[in-house]
């Protein structure tokens, strides 16, 4: 796959809260970004070999820049500390176009957005694109505490400041998170999208199931995920390349077929993205992957080779 690159520019760098610097990035030509809609990324190509995803946090009806904030996680695989070292203003960078995994359904009768630390940033795309075409929603915005979240003088200053609720650990009981009443009742119509950490989510998620809502009413879009390569080897045989492997415990599917000299598109490498998709032709996936849907997974005929393994003792892909 050869996806088109924008170069494009840093016009304006900001630390904001804790650790989250927050870009502006505009066209290196000067011409207009491509048109993107509310919950998509992009991914930077930090360095070669080096690519990560951001969701884009500027309003989708202002086409003349993109903005997304990254928090520096120390803990995290470099991305992150490298894009805080290194985008400076003036910086040029690659970038691909937006991609939506995590879209609005745009005829809800109300919509919840629910971001948790740095998981706010694709819902305040949503939520100027709900304001935009008037629609009833709220924006709820968790932290742990005021002094460490971005984006809050941003979110004071926007259109839609009437429907944005801050909700921090370390503040008054009485500003916390009451999910039950925020979710209010399943039965009417209420779409929910939520975004952040994963235990943020997870809790997010449950609350939403308790309270009846249905599957197709939950949106979450996963920004970080822990790869769990554990487990015994299995053997991979790619059909189209007449190649056999064997994925060695620990060892990824990725990394034993690029071993045999088969280079398979990626990204996120976390099994967040989708890119590294295959098809099963025969064998049992061990899914391990936040992309595929309930569904797609029991149907074992696609796989995400970044993340995840085999419960037979053999996987045949077409590739
Ligand atoms: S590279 Fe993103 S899911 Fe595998």
Not at 71 to 78: E, F, T, W
Not at 103 to 118: E, F, H, N, S, W
Not at 195 to 200: A, D, E, H, L
Request: charged letters at 20%; glycine letters at 10%; proline letters at 3%.
């Amino acid at each position: 796959m050869n996806e088109e690159l924008l170069n494009v520019v840093v016009r304006k760098r900001e630390i904001q809260g804790a650790d989250v610097v927050v870009l502006d990035l505009e066209r290196a030509d000067g011409a207009s970004l491509p048109a993107f809609e509310a919950g998509a990324h992009v991914d930077i190509h930090v360095a070669p070999g080096l690519v990560r995803q951001y969701s884009l946090c500027s309003d989708p009806g202002e086409a003349s820049v993109y903005r997304l904030g990254v928090l520096k996680d120390p803990a995290s695989r470099g991305g992150s500390v490298q894009i805080h070292d290194a985008l400076h203003e003036g910086r040029e960078v690659q970038i691909s176009t937006p991609r939506n995994l995590f879209p609005l359904v745009r005829d809800a009768k109300r919509t919840i957005l629910l971001g948790g630390g740095i998981g706010i940033t694709p819902m305040i795309a949503m939520a100027h694109a709900l304001h935009r075409q008037g629609a009833a929603f709220e924006l709820h915005y968790c932290g742990r505490s005021r002094s460490r979240s971005a984006f809050l003088g941003e979110l004071a200053r926007a259109p839609f400041a009437a429907c944005v609720v801050t909700h921090f650990d370390d503040e008054a009981q009485a500003q916390r998170l009451n999910l039950p009443t925020v979710l209010g009742d399943a039965s009417a119509g209420t779409h929910l999208y939520t975004c952040g950490p994963s235990g943020f989510m997870d809790w997010v998620i449950a609350g939403a199931r308790q309270q009846g809502y249905d599957e197709a009413h939950i949106h979450k879009e996963y920004f970080q995920v822990e790869v769990d390569a554990s487990g015994g080897g299995f053997e991979v045989f790619a059909a189209r390349s007449n190649k056999a492997v064997q994925v060695a415990e620990g060892q990824t599917i990725l990394d034993a077929l690029a071993q045999v000299g088969i280079k398979i598109d990626i990204s996120c490498e976390q099994g967040v993205c989708g890119t590294c998709m295959c098809e099963v032709l025969e064998g049992v996936p061990d899914h391990r992957d936040v992309y595929l849907t309930d569904e797609e997974k029991a149907a074992n005929d696609q796989i995400l080779v970044c993340c995840s393994r085999a419960k037979t003792n053999k996987l045949v892909l077409d590739i």
